[in-house]
């Protein structure tokens, strides 16, 4: 039997139109959360995220349209899942991001603008409306999709580097500031960022064809994965959505303020 230990609770993933929010959503869902996706798409790719998420768990799926360089979108967001919740969500995952791969020098001014948006300030905006009101319940839950970028650099990733590295340290802050909150019991509140190596999503595309040189999508694949992930294996977004999970139980309530690499080994060496 499934084991729905977030059953009563409430969960916002944003950028859960696609990937690993998508794969997350689904994962909370079926673990018997309540769950409020947000993220782009054409009408049919909602829908059918909707349909996946309210497939995996007990239904209830809403969808959130906010685009999350707007702050004010954000705070209008916020204030309509307090009331969709009842109160407060109890999980929320900063997954949403975007990329652009060029060198420093051609990084376009609005793609810095946008990825600092998006991959780190939307955080700080979700964060600052949701705990307040985990801290009131004594348990809470902040999953921050970082990257192995939040742990080290790679060039021709000024704005995403630099927006990963935010997010690890402003979580970082928040679980500090909310550690003393709650009990063993209740779950305590904790913010921890989850820092995937490569993980086998749309976000990634342009930089495998890149590296196809005339060859296969697999080649595209291998090359990518020899650069730099010593298992030579892409993470799949399920697995990602499993530890996202395990960080929602209550016996994780001691984790907090890390930032664990997923990523073959990428950050060993
Ligand atoms: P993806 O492109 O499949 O999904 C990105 C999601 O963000 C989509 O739902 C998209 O609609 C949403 N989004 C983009 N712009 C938005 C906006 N303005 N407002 C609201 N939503 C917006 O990408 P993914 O690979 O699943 O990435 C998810 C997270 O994982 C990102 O933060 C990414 O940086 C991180 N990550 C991915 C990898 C990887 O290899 N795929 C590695 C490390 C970290």
């Known amino acids: 039997m499934a084991d729905t230990f977030l059953s009563g609770r409430t969960a ?6 696609s990937g690993i929010g998508l794969a997350i959503a689904r994962a909370l869902a079926a673990a018997g959360a309540k ?7 054409t009408p049919d790719q909602v829908a059918n995220a909707i349909a996946e998420v ?12 906010a685009d999350l360089r707007d702050p004010d979108a954000i705070a209008a967001m916020m204030d309509e899942l307090a009331a969709w919740s009842g ?3 109890d999980i929320l995952v900063n997954n949403a991001g975007i990329q652009h791969a060029v060198p420093l020098h051609e990084m376009p001014v609005q793609k810095w603008n946008d990825i ?4 780190l300030s939307s955080a700080f905006h979700t964060m600052r ?12 839950r902040v999953v921050n999709i970082a990257s192995v970028h939040g742990l080290v650099a790679s060039k021709d990733k000024a704005p995403y580097v630099a927006s990963k590295f935010g997010i690890v340290g402003l979580s970082k802050v928040a679980a500090l500031e909310y550690a003393a909150q709650g009990s ?4 305590g509140i904790t913010v921890n960022c989850i820092c995937p190596g490569w ?16 060859g296969s999508r697999d080649d595209g694949v291998r090359a990518l994965l020899a650069e730099k992930q010593p298992s030579l294996r892409m993470t799949l977004p399920d697995e990602i959505a499993a530890l996202a999970v395990f960080l929602c139980r209550r016996e994780a309530h001691n984790i907090t303020g890390t930032a664990m690499p997923v990523d073959g080994g990428w950050t060993a060496q």
């Open 184 to 187: 063993r019991d209740s779950g």
């Open 12 to 17: 916002l993933v944003t950028g859960s139109t």
């Open 116 to 119: 600092l948006a998006i991959n």
């Open 35 to 41: 769950v409020a996706i947000n993220g782009l798409g």
């Open 54 to 65: 309210d497939a995996a768990g007990s239904g209830g799926t809403r969808h959130f349209g």
């Open 129 to 140: 409306a949701a705990m307040p009101a985990m801290a009131a319940r004594g348990y809470g």
């Open 87 to 89: 109160g407060g969500i």
């Open 199 to 214: 993980v086998e999503t749309p976000l990634i595309e342009p930089q495998v064809e890149a590296r196809m040189a005339g």
